[in-house]
């Protein structure tokens, strides 16, 4: 049997303000020939299914359709419930899908009971646990405490008490919405814990035939068995180096028999760039980029006048502008308070204001201009 693990579809997400929602449909097309070409029987989907609780139209209609799609093609889907879904929105009709081959799994009350798929000689029992929020869990699972580790604990103790009911031999895959010891996050997950608290131990998922993981947006091996697929698109520019897609799994009776990378291309690259402003307007080598979503940091000691607009003029769609300037020293800042007890007059009180909101002293024609506006006013006050 071959399985094709993935998690972390974030429908209805948007990328800095970019709708996503026609490169997901996009994905979605990819999803479906690769469950065609490669002969897929059961494509797993570890949470995160939609990107918030409350998905909108248009983006609950893409996965009713990429649902119907599969049924109709005869592949079975085990889906569960990651922290952006609504558990009790996306398992909606749970019962009724099952009939057609789509299984939901986000109920804790649920997470016990498996898919069950007849191998050659064998069974294999997938076990879907929804993402465990500790405060909402712990108390249904009787577990030690409100963690992480506890929750998570507790869940698989009831999955190795379910198991032990089923027949010898039967091969076992877990899927998890989580963040298990030695994953590598980037910018686009949501914190499910602070400083690290929520990180579960991989030896709790020790005999199982293969766990898939959801949460954490790269594709990554922690152990031969114990995997994330990662996001099927990049969703933060943390991501502009992932290679997106899947893990085939094929699995029969005596077990996991080979575990495959699934390629699926993204239709814009991401860039990163960083560097002076006109360094970056003359580099050819950056003509990669000009088709690329970037997000680019300024490096000049003294913030260009109009960077976004000039930077568009080459790179369109750059959706980040930052400012590190290279060297530190040479701007050093003041405080405002420091350069207001420091102006020796009103022009140089103005100046070190506007030089304070936009990290660019004031060029002479401003600086002229602010001298006229500031006697304009003392002629003003004397007239009164």
Known sequence: ??????????????????????????????????VAREQVDVVLVSGDVYDRALPGVDVVSLLDS???????????VVLTSGN?????????AGRVMSAAGIHLRTRIADLADPVLFELDGGRLAVYGLPFLEPRLAAGPLEAADSTHFAVTEAALARVRADLATRPEGTQVVVMSHTFASGGITSASERELSIGGLGAVPLDLFDGFAYTALGHLHGRQILAPNVRYSGSPLPYSFSEANHSKGAWLVDIDASGVQAVTPVEWAADRRLAVLRGPLEELLADEGLAWAEGAYCQIKLTDNDRPAQAMERLRE??????????EPENAQARERQSYSSRVASAGNEIELCCGFLDHVRSRPASPGEEAALARAVESARMMEAAL
């Open 66 to 76: 990429l649902l119907a799609d599969l049924s109709a093609a005869g592949v079975a």
């Open 1 to 34: 049997m071959r399985l094709l693990h993935t998690s972390d579809w974030h429908l209805g997400r948007s990328f800095h303000g970019v709708g996503m929602l026609a490169a997901q449909q996009r994905f979605a097309a990819q999803l479906l020939e690769t």
């Open 314 to 323: 080459r790179f369109p769609d750059t959706l980040v502008l930052g400012f």
């Open 84 to 92: 952006h879904d609504s558990a009790t929105r996306l398992g909606f």
